[in-house]
T-cell receptor
């Protein structure tokens, strides 16, 4: 099976702009979660989508949003970018097992200038 | 709020040494996972432990889940440079989310 793919891999934006990141899950995986990883805060949960519905949400401001399409592909959007949004954004998919085991993509490195 | 604390945060050892990484919480988790992340890549699942007191072995890696399901440890025997990376523990919370520890950065020098 092909793994989780994320595009783009690298992105440079300026403050105030918005950005959209894309994630294609492993075939058959219907749960897609997004995480933000920074050296200071570690890996923090943004939100999870399952069957096109947001099932769980972390403690991030409303500038962070996401959606999932009928083919389980997911996008996350960050509006009005701030310097502190610079991070590695990881998408992870799950088969729906009771242990919620995550299969991660390689991430999108976002730099906000 | 459920939290997972990992220790140590950083570990630099010589090839062939043994090491243990700890993952502790005051909360009970239904299951706990360990991941390894290498630079430029996403974390990769190593193991899931689900039963209190459970021990799982993966070649030179031994994972243990505490009896009370509040803590876990990862022991590496005869570490090799290929073990270098960021080790993350993650617990399944009572809300269904995965709670990640801050991670342990391991460097194994040849």
């Amino acid at each position: 099976k092909a793994g989780v793919t994320q595009t783009p891999r690298y992105l440079i934006k300026t403050r105030g702009q918005q950005v959209t990141l894309s994630c294609s899950p492993i075939s058959g995986h219907r749960s897609v979660s997004w995480y933000q990883q920074t050296p200071g805060q570690g890996l923090q949960f943004l939100f999870e989508y399952f069957s096109e519905t947001q099932r769980n949400k972390g403690n991030f401001p409303g500038r962070f949003s996401g959606r999932q399409f009928s083919n389980s592909r997911s996008e996350m959007n960050v509006s009005t970018l701030e310097l502190g949004d610079s991070a590695l954004y990881l998408c992870a998919t799950s088969s729906g097992s009771s242990y919620n085991e995550q299969f991660f993509g390689p991430g999108t490195r976002l730099t906000v200038l | 709020t459920q939290l997972l604390e990992q220790s140590p945060q950083f570990l630099s050892i010589q090839e062939g040494e043994n090491l243990t990484v700890y993952c502790n919480s005051s909360s009970v988790f239904s299951s706990l996972q360990w991941y390894r992340q290498e630079p430029g890549e996403g974390p990769v699942l190593l193991v899931t432990v689900v039963t209190g007191g459970e021990v799982k072995k993966l070649k030179r890696l031994t994972f243990q889940f505490g009896d009370a399901r509040k803590d876990s440890s990862l022991h590496i025997t005869a570490a090799q440079p290929g073990d270098t990376g960021l080790y993350l523990c993650a617990g399944s919370s009572n809300t269904g989310k995965l709670i990640f520890g801050q991670g342990t950065t391991l460097q194994v020098k040849p």
